[in-house]
T-cell receptor
Framework: NAGVTQTPKFQVLKTGQSMTLQCAQDMNHEYMSWYRQDPGMGLRLIHYSVGAGITDQGEVPNGYNVSRSTTEDFPLRLLSAAPSQTSVYFC???????????FGAGSRLTVL | QKEVEQDPGPLSVPEGAIVSLNCTYSNSAFQYFMWYRQYSRKGPELLMYTYSSGNKEDGRFTAQVDKSSKYISLFIRDSQPSDSATYLCAMRRTSYDKVIFGPGTSLSVIP
């Protein structure tokens, strides 16, 4: 039981490049979400999903795309990376009705 | 204005002190309230959760919710150096809803 697995752990991109941050969970949780964490800003919600085929925007969705084709996976896509997207990204999941968000270990992204 | 506000600190207290951490929010529909603790370079971990108004105690930690004032608090008694971390409040409207976090308060407990 791996919980929530995020890959890659570290990534350096150049402005304009695209990439996908992967999030996979083996707990059969319905809810999955992506946050970014910047100094002094706490965790800001990017996108979230309450089940396969259902996604919705969070507080800071611009510049990011998501899809949820399976219960297990919730990838976050940066189509054209910008320096403002330099951040630590966390994937978090919970089982519907539960109060505990389970976090991945984080992905540290630097955009030059 | 963010939906959830929190004094970012940093807060520095001597070992053994009582610590009070607070959040205010603007959305009266929030019903589920949580406190997460995050150590440096780690993911957040759940510390306490409360549904609706009232108090909840767990060891040295007490969570309070005042929905009429849109104000929640976390009290830490007999603070320890191991309590040094960032504390994030979080909340949501229903048990299946998105979770919104405050900016976090950085706490240092000095031996």
């Amino acid at each position: 039981n791996a919980g929530v697995t995020q890959t890659p752990k570290f990534q350096v991109l150049k402005t304009g490049q695209s990439m996908t941050l992967q999030c996979a969970q083996d707990m059969n949780h319905e809810y999955m979400s992506w946050y970014r964490q910047d100094p002094g800003m706490g965790l800001r919600l990017i996108h979230y999903s309450v089940g396969a085929g259902i996604t919705d925007q969070g507080e800071v969705p611009n510049g990011y795309n998501v899809s949820r084709s399976t219960t297990e996976d919730f990838p976050l896509r940066l189509l054209s990376a910008a320096p403002s997207q330099t951040s630590v990204y966390f994937c978090a999941t919970y089982e519907g009705g539960a109060n505990v968000l389970t976090f991945g270990a984080g992905s540290r992204l630097t955009v030059l | 204005q963010k939906e959830v506000e929190q004094d970012p600190g940093p807060l520095s207290v001597p070992e053994g002190a009582i610590v009070s951490l607070n959040c205010t929010y603007s959305n009266s529909a929030f019903q589920y309230f949580m406190w997460y603790r995050q150590y440096s370079r780690k993911g957040p971990e759940l510390l306490m959760y409360t549904y609706s108004s009232g108090n909840k105690e767990d060891g040295r930690f007490t969570a309070q919710v005042d929905k009429s004032s849109k104000y929640i608090s976390l009290f830490i008694r007999d603070s320890q150096p191991s309590d040094s971390a960032t504390y994030l409040c979080a909340m949501r409207r229903t048990s299946y809803d998105k979770v919104i976090f405050g900016p976090g308060t950085s706490l240092s407990v000095i031996p």
